[in-house]
């Protein structure tokens, strides 16, 4: 955790320097023994357990937060749920729930925001060899985002609404940014969008990726059901 000791960080690294060096001189591995990925992805593993000093808030406080992984099991990479609750395990995190099979890890840490996208992204991407993007939120945020996009298209079918979860705010002019899809509609509020697919998203041209490039950000799409049901789940009354 963030309160570690200074000797534990010396100590973390003299135990990596003599992993390196056991490795420099191992003997080569009979085939039985595992392909070189797979050994590389294990000493990957290895590394991902140690605590990391620098990688907590300011708080020092452990937070539950939310990871909701880009395009996973519908299309793009296929990332079964056991292996991402196995791989938050690795990386030190607590309290792990998934939701779903589209990529919502509910878990608890001292970390930053910013530093879990980061280390979940290299840890998918090292057991993958794909991107796998990450938006990171804590449950308050989601359930503030979801009060705020509600209101929104009030007259509509609530499963006709989504809601874009971006790693940033692109700023005041992202709705004229992104331009017009007839008959979809959008509407830009701060870190988030709130998408309206009338016919549904099939046929949409208002796709994730569409958001992605004419905004410069990074996008994952939830509906309000899956929203509502990850914020069950962490204890948040909807």
Request: aromatic share 4%; proline share 6%; net charge positive.
């Amino acid at each position: 955790g963030c309160g570690a000791s200074a000797a534990i960080v010396r100590w973390i690294s003299t135990m990596r320097s003599l992993i390196a060096v056991m490795a420099s001189t191992a003997v080569p591995l009979a085939p039985r023994g595992g392909s070189p990925r797979l050994i590389d992805r294990r000493a990957a593993r290895v590394s991902r357990r140690q605590p990391r000093a620098s990688a907590c808030d300011d708080s020092g406080m452990t937070t539950t937060h939310v990871a909701l992984l880009r395009a996973i099991n519908v299309g793009g990479v296929t990332v079964p749920m056991t292996h991402l609750r196995d791989l938050a395990t690795e990386l030190g995190w607590t309290d792990i729930i998934t939701y779903l099979a589209t990529g919502n890890l509910l878990f608890a840490t001292e970390e930053s925001a910013a530093t879990i996208e980061q280390r979940l992204a290299a840890a998918l991407r090292a057991e993958y060899a794909r991107e796998v993007p990450v938006v990171v939120r804590t449950p308050t945020q989601l359930a503030a985002t979801l009060e705020r996009v509600r209101p929104v298209f009030p007259n509509v079918e609530p499963k006709r609404v989504q809601i874009a979860f971006l790693n940033r705010d692109p700023g005041a002019d992202a709705d004229e940014r992104l331009g017009e899809f007839p008959p979809d509609e959008h509407l830009h509020l701060g870190d988030a969008l709130a998408l309206h697919y009338p016919n549904g998203q099939a046929r949409s041209t208002m796709t994730t990726s569409a958001i992605e490039r004419r905004l410069g950000v990074v996008a994952t799409v939830r509906g309000l059901a899956t929203v509502e049901g990850i914020l069950v789940r962490s204890g948040i009354t909807v």
